[in-house]
């Protein structure tokens, strides 16, 4: 678009393209701008200088706002196809483009400059009167309640919108959050048209999210706000690899697959959306990465199927929406991405946004440790290289198909790059493939019965263990020997994904009507050499030395697998990376979850994310919301003071005592929540006849999928449900069905998990005390969680038996017990409370 210099430049800065221009010799030169509110010019600097017919190979990258300008030489200011590539892209993360004569007296405005307009706040009247007794929230929720702590919260989430800070809000069970942070946020999105990312850390959380509350704010409010639930890559299927396969399945795909695949691609037809969630039984993993879709292997707008595509469907349904659902692992990659490529304005694995809600905050610091970590594993390598070709079948997988492909290519002027590829798939790839398999194999091999040896006893059934890389164990022989087989290996793949250039190449000659076929199969051999160098620069980098790194071995024992050997390594500490990509990056951060502060303070979850890490402390506030329910008045938390503690070999024995009594006097409705599946086997061991005689229904976690022991839980009103790690949240039971929450210890973490030794040794290594720091905050927060399952509503009435006497014993005790809801508590010896228990059993009936 033609405009006028000087309206869109000072005449500084015109004189300043002028001289650069002149100095240049009339050739060309990129310039980069600031403008003002008023999107006029006000200075400029050179970035790179070129020549009358080629555009500088290198442009530093611009931030949001400023503006790129480069002099056409010839005097026509129409925009090159290379103009309007280079446009796009800058247009795509916030910067303008404009071309200018070398007289500087044209303009022509390719990209109009971003200018950041002031946000429009938000009043707190507006949210307060939609959640009013009289507003209109009020008037479309069965069995409204209007809470005082939720108007609070609500209050607080303004604040932080409009005021660009970091908010950390405790909201104790009952407050009703969601409703408390959404509503600010589908305000703020319609007044400014600015989206908000919304992460969880469950599914059940997410469905609820994007399913419930959402679409019923939407309806109740009258707000026209879109909203999107954004899945991994890995939830969709490929149009283009399930209709490859469909051609072509025969020579890719194990024989004792097929029926199942030809299943999946009959509901590939079928399907709306094309997800797993839409299927109705999760297939094989052998079967789905068949048809995936992978970003490795995609051919984005050049694929055929592009227009119709699930993931872009999905992913163009969530460049339009307002408030986008995502899990906690997908903001880690967008985020990881984002800080990357040095942009937070364009898309990149979500659309872009400035301010983002985190919901089961608690979880995050654990989630961006397994992402940022990694595990490498000789089923991982044979995994890939069984793509490559099949380990049961020679003639199947995608070397082999694409070696038959390339063979029936006949048009002349292919021939010649086609039998070179061929010949190169045959005399190098297949053969190099084989005994670097065998290498790979013996290499894992090699390591295991190596670490056997150190270890003094072979690796059979039982606990896995896990061996953490530190200086004393790197003085032993066998680290030598594993740092020799580790580097070889990791050598020997990244040398054979290289060779993979040699087909490749040479099926670039081809020409583009050659064969489809050939074109698909190529794609998935490029993905496949990506994979494997990324394996092999794995391996390399296991033996490098990083002092913010974890590094541990871990073997498993397996009765259908045998034993296994795997590397692994994580981030210390999260807390750096969050700060700098997340923290630092985005205006408005919320993190809320009922269960975040320890002893009444945000310390622990500060120090650990890397808010306490912010320059500008000023930006973050913080709000503990206590629940809306009566637990004076709903809940007993009852502890035997006399059991003997965990660390005593009677302690087992007593707990299944109190647990049987325990039982007696609630007649089921009752989880038994342990920490480890080895003493939640020996209890179910011990009560199950017990239980058989009182007629109690017993439900072990592991007998069948969660979903169905929640259903049976809550449908046979005598059961017991005896469960371990996911049960201790994320659960809603209400009612009668669950009226006793027993705990048979504190749930500390294993001392000996590597992670949690690299970060016990860290705060040692600064001067704390990491039991108190650590340890301790880590216990109240998953004994908060499993405090919570049993009050859900205003009508619960129940009991929390806690199994272990250190909560009263031990001096940090105290902390555990100001953290949790304010019950009425009995603390007393066993029989005492067993009587107790049975006569608050009895006043319920």
């Not at 307009?117 to 939609?130: G, V, W």
């Not at 999107?228 to 396969?245: D, E, I, P, S, W």
């Not at 992402?371 to 290289?385: D, Q």
């Not at 920490?675 to 061991?685: F, K, P, S």
Request: hydrophobic fraction near 40%; aromatic fraction near 6%; include cysteine.
């Amino acid at each position: 678009m033609p405009a006028s210099i000087e309206e869109r430049f000072t005449t500084t800065a015109a004189n300043v393209l002028r001289a650069a221009i002149a100095d240049a010799g009339g050739n060309e030169v990129f310039f980069l701008a600031t403008v003002d509110d008023e999107a006029v010019v006000t200075s400029v600097r050179v970035l790179a200088r070129g020549n009358r017919h080629a555009v500088p190979a290198l442009l530093q990258v611009p931030r949001p706002g400023e503006v790129v300008i480069h002099n056409h030489p010839s005097g026509t200011l129409t925009p090159s196809d290379a103009d309007l590539s280079v446009a796009s892209a800058l247009g795509n993360n916030a910067v303008g483009a404009y071309i200018v004569d070398n007289a500087v007296s044209d303009l022509y405005v390719v990209v109009e400059p971003h200018v950041a307009k002031a946000p429009r706040a938000l009043t707190t009247e507006h949210a307060a009167d939609l959640l009013s007794p009289s507003g209109p929230i009020a008037a479309h929720l069965d069995g409204y309640e209007h809470r005082p702590q939720q108007m609070q919260m609500l209050d607080a989430v303004v604040d932080a919108f409009n005021d660009d800070t970091t908010l950390t809000v405790e909201a104790g069970t009952g407050t009703g959050k969601s409703l408390a942070y959404l509503l600010p946020a589908i305000s703020w999105s319609m007044l400014n048209r600015e989206r908000v990312v919304v992460s969880t850390h469950t599914i059940n959380l997410q469905e609820q999210l994007i399913r419930k509350d959402l679409p019923f704010l939407m309806r109740s409010v009258g707000l026209g706000c879109t909203a999107a639930l954004v899945k991994g890559r890995g939830n969709y299927l490929c149009r283009r690899k399930a209709a490859q396969v469909e051609a072509q399945g025969a020579q890719l795909v194990e024989d004792d697959l097929q029926r199942e695949l030809s299943e999946l691609l009959v509901w590939a037809r079928q399907t709306s959306d094309g997800s797993l969630s839409d299927l109705p039984v999760r297939p094989r993993r052998e079967v789905w990465e068949q048809v995936v879709s992978e970003n490795d292997n995609c051919l984005r707008a050049r694929c055929p199927y592009y227009s119709t595509c699930f993931f872009y469907e999905a992913r163009r349904a969530a460049a339009k929406a307002d408030i986008i659902v995502a899990n906690h692992h997908l903001l880690m990659a967008d985020l990881a991405l984002r800080d990357e490529i040095g942009s937070y304005t364009q898309n990149a694995v979500l659309p872009p946004a400035q301010r983002v809600i985190i919901d089961e905050a608690h979880h995050l610091e654990d989630v961006a440790t397994n992402y940022f970590g990694s595990r490498l594993s000789y089923a991982a390598i044979e995994r890939t290289f069984g793509r490559l070709r099949s380990l049961k079948h020679d003639g199947k997988g995608v070397l082999p198909a694409l070696l038959l492909a390339l063979e029936s290519i006949e048009a002349p002027e292919d021939q010649p790059a086609a039998q070179g590829a061929a010949r190169w798939i045959a005399d190098r790839l297949l053969l190099q493939r084989s005994s670097l398999l065998v290498d790979a194999e013996q290499c894992f091999s090699e390591l295991l019965s190596g670490l056997e040896e150190v270890l003094g006893r072979e690796i059979t059934g039982g606990i896995d263990a896990k061996i953490r890389i530190v200086p004393d164990f790197c003085a032993l022989p066998y680290w030598q020997t594993l740092e020799d087989w580790l580097t070889r290996l990791g050598a020997a793949l990244g040398a054979y994904a290289q060779d993979f250039e040699g087909v490749c190449d040479r099926i670039d000659q081809l020409s583009e009507g050659s064969s489809k076929q050939v074109l698909f199969l190529n794609t998935e051999l490029r993905a496949l050499q990506s994979r494997i160098a990324g394996l092999g620069a794995a391996l390399l980098g296991f033996v490098d030395e990083d002092e913010n790194v974890c590094r541990w071995i871990e073997t498993r024992y397996r009765p259908r697998t045998g034993k296994s050997i795997a590397f692994n390594s994580a981030p210390i500490a999260v807390g750096p990376l969050l700060r700098k990509a997340l923290f630092e990056q985005f205006p408005t951060v919320v993190l809320t979850s009922a269960t975040l502060a320890v002893d009444g303070r945000f310390d622990y979850l500060h120090d650990r994310l890397g808010v306490s890490e912010l320059s500008d402390a000023e930006r973050v506030r913080t709000l503990r919301v206590e629940s809306p329910f009566d637990f004076e008045r709903q809940a007993l938390l009852a502890i035997p003071r006399d059991l003997p503690e965990p660390n005593d070999a009677r302690y087992e024995s007593a707990t299944h005592e109190v647990i049987a009594e325990t039982l007696r006097a609630t007649q089921g409705g009752t989880f038994v929540l342990f920490t480890a599946y080895g003493a939640l086997n020996r209890a179910v061991q011990v009560l199950a006849p017990e239980l058989q005689t009182q007629g109690l229904t017993l439900l072990q976690q592991g007998d069948t999928n969660r979903h169905l022991l929640l259903n049976r839980f809550v449908s046979e009103p005598r059961t017991v449900l005896f469960a371990t790690d996911s049960f201790w949240e994320g659960v809603d039971v209400r009612g009668e069905a669950l009226r006793c929450v027993i705990i048979t210890r504190l749930p500390f973490r294993v001392p000996t998990e590597p992670i949690e030794q690299a970060r016990v040794e860290a705060i040692t290594a600064r001067g704390g005390n990491a039991f108190l720091e650590q340890t301790v905050p880590q216990a109240v927060i998953k004994l908060n969680q499993g405090f919570g399952r049993l009050i859900r509503s205003r009508a619960d009435r129940g009991a929390v038996v806690l199994l272990d006497s250190r909560i009263v014993r031990k001096p940090y005790g105290r902390v555990f017990l100001d953290s949790l809801p304010p019950a009425r508590r009995l603390v007393a010896d066993r029989h005492a409370v067993g009587a107790a228990l049975k006569q608050f059993f009895s006043e319920a009936e």
